[in-house]
Each structure stands twice: as C-alpha cells, then as structure tokens.
Nanobody, 121 residues
C-alpha cells in the first residue's frame, strides 16, 4: 500500500518561512515525478512545484519561483518544500503527490492527506 504523509504545516507571519516534508512508503518515485500542490478555500487545486525523473529536474509555478525550493531524497524516499518569504496568498492546504509526470494534478496517482499552511498579514 502506497502512502504519502505530509508534515510541517502551520501558522506563520508574512515574510516568514516553513518547511514541508513528505514521507513516502510502499514504492519509490525516483524515476517519476513527485510534486507539491495546494488548494485554497473555494479554489481549484493548483501546481506549486515538482521534481521529475531520475535527473531530478525541478519546476515551479511562477507565483512561487524564487521563494520556494523543492528537493527529493531518493535514499530516504522523502520530498521537501522549503518555503521562504511567505505571503498571505500562499495560505492553502498543501498536498504531496507522487507517480506523476507533469504539473497537472490529474497526472498523479498518489496523494497525501494534506497539511494546512496559514500565512497571516
């Protein structure tokens, strides 16, 4: 059984930082994509960042480029998202996803339960 478990969310002031982690079990994703998505109330789930393939190429949404950094540890089967210079508009439930290959949520097979990130102004 494949499981993705996120941790690290919380409440932070604007300009602050948080680090999200995702622990995967049941399979490895070293040859496919793992990514972070987020969903704010009343909005669709949107792409945040992904690391794709064995080469580890990284991709970011324009809204987080330069502020967020995605990284993957294949040995530990974990995914991380370092979020700096947080803004109130970053407030959302953040989801870890695996087994995909793009920035589209529908392309991912496995999802975590989500972790809340709230940025106060």
């Amino acid at each position: 059984q494949v499981q993705l478990v996120e941790s690290g969310g919380g409440l932070v002031q604007a300009g602050g930082s948080l680090r999200l982690s995702c622990a995967a079990s049941g399979r490895t994703f070293s040859n496919s994509a793992m990514g972070w998505f987020r969903q704010a109330p009343g909005k669709e789930r949107e792409f945040v960042a992904a690391v794709i393939g064995s080469g580890g190429s990284t991709y970011y949404a324009d809204s987080v480029k330069g502020r967020f950094t995605i990284s993957r540890d294949n040995a530990k089967n974990t995914l991380s998202l370092q979020m700096n210079s947080l803004k109130p508009e970053d407030t959302a439930v953040y989801y870890c996803a695996g087994g995909g290959w793009s920035s589209r949520p529908d392309d991912y097979d496995y999802w975590g339960q989500g972790t809340q990130v709230t940025v106060s102004s």
